[in-house]
C-alpha cells in the first residue's frame, strides 16, 4: 500500500461494508478484539464520518431537508467528507504503520451513489482518484444479506434515518452494486452472508479474516 508520494506503509486498511441491518455496529466491534488477540490495536473509524467536520458532514447527508437533496449534491458531500476524514485520521494513521478498520468507505459510494442512484461509475471512480490517489482498501469485508430481511432488522433500530427511508428496489440496486464490486475483486473481498445466526457469521469472519491477513487464530 502507499499512502501518499509513493511512501510505503506497513499499516494496513481495512473496511467493512453491508447494506441495512447487516450487523456492522456488531460486527465491526467484533472483528476490532479479533485483531486485538492477535496484539494488534487498530482504530476503528467510520464514513460518512470520523472526524468533527466529516461527522457534520453526515449530519446533513442523513437528516430530512426542507428541499429536496440532489443525487450530485449527495456524491460530493460523500467525498467531501472522505477527503477530510483521509487527510485528519486515516492516512496520518497508516502513514504511522497503524491498522485502519473504518465502518463503509467508497465501496459504498459505488453501491449507494452509483447502482442505487444511478449516477455514472465513471465520475464517481474520478473523484476516487482525486480524493485517495492510489489508496485503496487492503482487505474488505461484505456483510450480505437480502434487502428485505435487513431492512426489517434495521427497523427494529429507532428513527431511520434518510436513507433508510428509501424502497425496497433501491437497496437491490445497493446490494447489486455490491455484489458487482465483489466479483469484480475477488482477492480483496470477503463476502459474508450475515442472514445466518451471529455466532456463526462470526465464526466465518474469524476462519476467512485470519486465513486472508496470514494471522494465526492463537494470542
Given at each position: ?29 467484533f ?30 447527508l ?12 449527495e456524491?460530493?458531500l460523500?467525498f467531501?467528507?472522505?477527503?477530510q ?37 465513471d ?15 487492503d482487505l ?29 428496489t ?50
Amino acid at each position: 500500500m502507499t499512502v501518499s508520494n509513493n511512501t510505503p506503509v506497513s499499516g494496513r486498511f481495512l473496511t467493512l461494508e453491508g447494506g441495512e441491518g447487516v450487523g456492522k455496529s456488531t460486527n465491526i466491534q467484533f472483528i476490532t478484539q479479533l485483531l486485538k488477540k492477535q496484539g494488534i490495536d487498530c482504530l476503528v473509524t467510520r464514513e460518512p464520518g470520523g472526524t468533527e467536520l466529516a461527522e457534520k458532514i453526515r449530519e446533513l447527508l442523513l437528516s430530512d431537508h426542507s428541499e429536496p437533496v440532489g443525487e450530485l449534491t449527495e456524491l460530493l458531500l460523500v467525498f467531501a467528507a472522505r477527503a477530510q476524514h483521509l487527510q485528519q485520521k486515516i492516512k496520518p494513521a497508516l502513514a504511522a504503520g497503524k491498522w485502519v478498520l473504518c465502518d463503509r468507505f467508497t465501496d459504498a459510494t459505488f453501491a449507494y451513489q452509483g447502482a442505487g442512484r444511478g449516477l455514472n461509475r465513471d465520475v464517481i471512480a474520478a473523484l476516487e482518484a482525486l480524493v485517495q490517489g492510489e489508496l485503496r482498501p487492503d482487505l474488505t469485508v461484505l456483510l450480505d444479506i437480502d434487502p428485505a430481511i435487513g431492512l426489517a432488522r434495521a427497523g427494529q433500530c429507532g428513527t431511520p434515518d434518510r436513507f433508510e427511508k428509501e424502497k425496497l428496489t433501491f437497496f437491490e440496486r445497493v446490494r447489486k452494486g455490491y455484489q458487482e464490486r465483489a466479483d469484480a475483486e475477488p482477492g480483496r473481498f470477503l463476502v459474508i452472508d450475515a442472514s445466518a445466526p451471529l455466532s456463526e457469521v462470526q465464526e466465518e469472519i474469524e476462519r476467512r479474516l485470519l486465513l486472508s491477513l496470514n494471522l494465526s487464530d492463537q494470542p
